[in-house]
């Protein structure tokens, strides 16, 4: 069996003494090396498939080359692709990603960061937070992913809700809709609010009043089926901009059980772009945010924090992309 590569292997093939290497495959010294440099010996390395060897690294520093990641819901689509990324950055550092689901229980996130924390990890990457407040004290490094607070005092990495927003209400106006109706997310999420908002001034800025809002208790299928029953009890719409795409799946059930068709009856859109929503029937219209690059730009900023506890928090927002499909038509004759 071959042996495993070493710091030497990856020196001599970049061709720079071992105490370099060592340097630039640890992200709290790697500015000490030049970024040529580090780019030569990050390569040689993945070339060779070194890794470093995390449990020296912990005795020496006495923290860990682990990262929490924290998501609120395993089954939701939109978290795999996220965690990859988070995976594929902090690999590239030497770094692992031990994963935790809280199902959306405050008491269960609380049980699990505890846990967590017990083991010295480096830092943490939260897709769980509220808008208020971060679950952990100001002496742990913490980034959050597709969520921020309102402070903006934790680093954080989201996709540009606002502009997605806006694309959906213009799209839908432009189909000759103007009875829209939003089911939003839930009011103490950073997304849910601000998506809400948007909605909101998409229709001010053209005129419009909106047919209807109805805020969910979680982003599920669930809260969507319950939350479209409520709304078109009280009111009528040709359209309706759910807060994601969780939401906008349970809105699909609810008009069926309505024996209302979507999009003849009823347009329906969604929002993040989850995996296989092109397969549901009819393939839903809805706004693509970068997943992929969302989980590796929160890594990349975690490695910066830990590297540099007292930089300041940076608050990254992404662009994302209108994904027109066949769950939106336009307004029936009759309705207009």
Not at 45 to 74: F, Q
Not at 172 to 177: P, V
Not at 323 to 329: D, F, H, K, L
């Given at each position: 069996m071959d042996k495993p590569a070493t710091i030497k292997d990856v020196a001599e093939m970049a061709r720079v003494h071992a105490a370099t290497a060592s340097r630039a495959l640890n992200p709290q010294t790697r500015d000490k090396v030049s970024p040529r440099t580090a780019a030569r010996i990050v390569e040689?390395?993945?070339?060779?498939?070194?890794?470093?060897?995390?449990?020296?690294?912990?005795?020496?520093?006495?923290?860990?080359?682990?990262?929490?990641?924290?998501?609120?819901?395993?089954?939701?689509?939109?978290?795999?692709?996220?965690?990859?990324?988070?995976?594929?950055?902090?690999?590239?550092?030497?770094?692992?990603?031990?994963?935790?689901?809280?199902?959306?229980?405050?008491?269960?996130?609380?049980?699990?960061l505890a846990t967590m924390r017990g083991q010295q990890l480096a830092g943490f990457i939260l897709a769980t937070s509220k808008r208020d407040s971060v679950p952990l004290g100001p002496d742990v490094s913490v980034v959050l992913v597709n969520r921020r607070t309102d402070a903006g005092d934790v680093p954080s990495v989201v996709a540009d809700s606002?502009?997605?927003?806006?694309?959906?209400?213009?799209?839908?106006?432009?189909?000759?809709?103007?009875?829209?109706?939003?089911?939003?997310?839930?009011?103490?999420?950073?997304?849910?609010?601000e998506r809400r908002r948007a909605f909101l001034d998409g229709l001010a800025t053209r005129g419009l009043a909106p047919a209807g809002v109805e805020v969910c208790d979680a982003y599920s299928e669930q809260a969507g089926f319950d939350a479209t029953h409520k709304l078109l009890a009280a009111t009528s719409a040709t359209a309706i901009v759910a807060g994601n795409d969780m939401i906008a799946l349970g809105c699909y059930g609810a008009l069926a059980e309505l024996g209302l068709r979507c999009p003849e009856d009823v347009s329906v859109t969604g929002f993040n772009d989850m995996p296989f929503v092109d397969k549901q029937r009819p393939a839903l219209t809805t706004v693509r945010i970068p997943h992929y690059d969302i989980g590796y730009e929160a890594a990349r900023l975690l490695l910066e924090r830990i590297a540099t506890p007292s930089s300041p928090p940076k608050r990254l927002v992404l662009p994302v992309e209108?994904?027109?499909?066949?769950?939106?038509?336009?307004?029936?004759?009759?309705?207009?």
């Open positions: 040689a390395a993945r070339a060779l498939g070194y890794s470093p060897n995390s449990a020296a690294r912990s005795l020496r520093t006495r923290t860990s080359s682990v990262v929490g990641v924290v998501i609120p819901d395993l089954r939701n689509p939109v978290f795999p692709p996220i965690v990859r990324g988070v995976e594929d950055a902090l690999r590239e550092a030497g770094y692992l990603a031990l994963l935790g689901n809280t199902d959306g229980d405050a008491a269960r996130e609380r049980d699990l606002s502009a997605g927003v806006h694309a959906l209400v213009n799209l839908l106006i432009a189909r000759g809709h103007t009875r829209i109706a939003h089911l939003a997310g839930p009011q103490d999420t950073s997304t849910g609010v209108l994904i027109e499909r066949n769950s939106v038509a336009r307004v029936p004759l009759s309705d207009t």
